[in-house]
């Protein structure tokens, strides 16, 4: 049984994570943030445990993610990840302790976040928009530009994405007269550059592209699509929801236009954060394009610790991690018969992201038995079924595994033994 979590001690003795420093600059305590300007007013953290942000991104990985639960075995890490300790903290506590805050010192609190965001994602400048979500923040962002799409232009979107990257896009063509041209998936799950060059022409306005597929794991490379949309005079939208937590995210090197993410599947807050390239820097809080509402700022702030713990983790050694684990699940599920891995190529980069079938087994069954067995794992067709049509054309439905910074050896060995039995006893 896990000891009780000690609250996050911040400035001035408040038991929360973040909170905006008063102007009086001897209760200034040093900032955590690692890069970035400095705000106008001080943004301060305080201490977790008794350690710094920076230490306790070092302690063991059942102390940066209290709700580890010993009895469940957490294997669905793209369809949201366990939050950190210090996000849950500015979730329980920031609103209840900063009853008054003027509005001036939120908006530090959001270039604050904003800052983090752009150090997480290799951003010198830019745009920085805060959503409840980031389906919400796409359709928002294509409603934005829609009115610069005439007839006979074209967006190109891809067979890999999400259908949140290809429905808005379908909507606004469709609005405007403008054509949808589809670059697609192969029958081993990848997505070529040369599969969405051929696809370029002189009206090609956009490319809305993924980072890296939720239901395969296939990484396309970004910084050649980029450079093809140039030559062709076209803009880049990046789905960048699985990037942050398993690869080195660097907009300014990829070459791309917009990116979004959600910080749900990095270890913080259900939050949606959209980055476009602009001349000047600026933060904002979209609160009309969903019908919740828009995020609290204690969601903001969240996101800001969320980004600052990413940058704080030696990620190179988080990526390898999650990279071992996945190529260790993907061999083992090989060597169990009746059970077929899908579209993990060998070449190419990707996410540590397995999706499987087991033969005559529909995926939502053996998914309810690994429940009940204390593992979880995803099953349908995760909102990419063009994408598991390409490499399972008869049948797209799948289970899904995905590997987080606290997935463990026997983790995946847990979920390699129950398969074994499962697959054994298939009728």
Not at 30 to 40: D, T, V
Not at 85 to 94: C, H, I, M, R
Not at 268 to 276: A, D, E, F, S, T
Not at 331 to 348: A, H, N
């Amino acid at each position: 049984m896990r000891p009780p979590r000690r609250p996050y001690v911040a400035a001035a003795s408040l038991p929360c994570s973040v909170y905006v420093a008063p102007t009086d600059r001897r209760h200034h305590l040093r900032s955590y943030a690692s890069r970035g300007p400095i705000p106008p007013v001080e943004m301060t953290f305080g201490e977790l445990h008794g350690l710094p942000l920076k230490a306790l991104a070092t302690r063991p990985v059942t102390e940066q993610f209290p709700d580890l639960n010993s009895g469940v075995v957490h294997l669905d890490a793209p369809a949201g990840t366990l939050a950190h300790a210090a996000v849950l903290d500015v979730l329980e506590n920031y609103r209840k302790k900063s009853v008054g805050v003027p509005w001036h010192r939120s908006q530090v609190a959001l270039n604050w976040a904003a800052n983090r965001f752009r150090a997480l994602i290799g951003a010198p400048g830019g745009a920085v928009s805060f959503g409840p979500d980031m389906t919400s923040l796409t359709r928002a962002f294509v409603r934005s530009i829609e009115p610069a799409l005439l007839p006979g232009d074209e967006v190109l979107c891809t067979t890999l994405d999400h259908r949140s990257n290809v429905d808005p896009w379908r909507q606004a063509a469709h609005r405007r007269g403008a054509a949808v041209r589809m670059a697609e998936v192969s029958s081993d799950g990848r997505l070529t550059v040369d599969a969405v060059a051929t696809q370029l022409g002189p009206r090609t306005r956009w490319i809305a592209v993924t980072a890296g597929s939720n239901a395969l794991g296939t990484a396309p490379d970004l910084v050649r699509i980029c450079a093809a949309a140039r030559l062709a005079g076209a803009q880049v939208f990046v789905d960048g929801a699985q990037a942050p937590a398993h690869l080195p995210v660097d907009v300014a090197a990829w070459g791309c236009d917009v990116f979004v993410t959600s910080a749900a599947t990095w270890y913080g807050p259900g939050c949606g954060i959209l980055w476009r390239r602009s001349d000047g820097i600026s933060a904002t809080l979209l609160r009309g394009v969903a019908p919740t509402g828009g995020p609290g700022i204690e969601a903001i702030l969240a996101t800001g610790v969320a980004a600052e713990v990413l940058l704080h983790w030696d990620r190179a050694s988080v990526f390898r991690h999650g990279e071992r684990l996945a190529n260790l699940l993907a061999r083992s599920l090989r060597m169990i018969d009746g059970v077929r891995v899908l579209g993990r190529s060998d070449d190419g980069a990707r996410l540590p992201i397995v999706a499987f079938q087991v033969a005559d087994r529909p995926a939502a069954e053996v998914a309810a038995q690994l429940a009940d067995g204390g593992v979880v794992v995803g099953h349908g067709t995760f909102g990419s079924e063009p994408a598991l049509r390409a490499v399972a054309p008869e049948t797209p439905e799948a289970l899904r595994a995905g590997m987080a910074r606290y997935t463990s050896r026997a983790d995946v060995r847990a979920l390699i033994s129950m398969l074994a039995r499962i697959a054994a006893t298939r009728d």
